[in-house]
């Protein structure tokens, strides 16, 4: 990855507030940070699947 597009994403990190890892950004949602619960996790992945309208629950 080019220094520029390095630099680009750590400014956008920045922005979001992450000062640390792990940090799960799934489409414009709140970064989760730390180490979330399955059921966060999953609670965060179906609803961005709603937005986008490609929610299936299996």
Known sequence: MPA????????Q????GV???PV?????LPPLTGSP???TLLAALR????????HRDQ
Do not use: S
Not at 4 to 11: M, Q
Not at 13 to 16: I, M, Q, S
């Open 4 to 11: 520029a597009a390095v630099r680009t994403r750590l400014e």
């Open 37 to 39: 619960t399955e059921t």
């Open 24 to 28: 799960f950004l799934i489409e414009n």
């Open 19 to 21: 000062t640390g890892v």
């Open 47 to 54: 609803q961005a699947a709603t937005t986008k309208g490609e």
């Open 13 to 16: 990190v920045r922005r979001l």
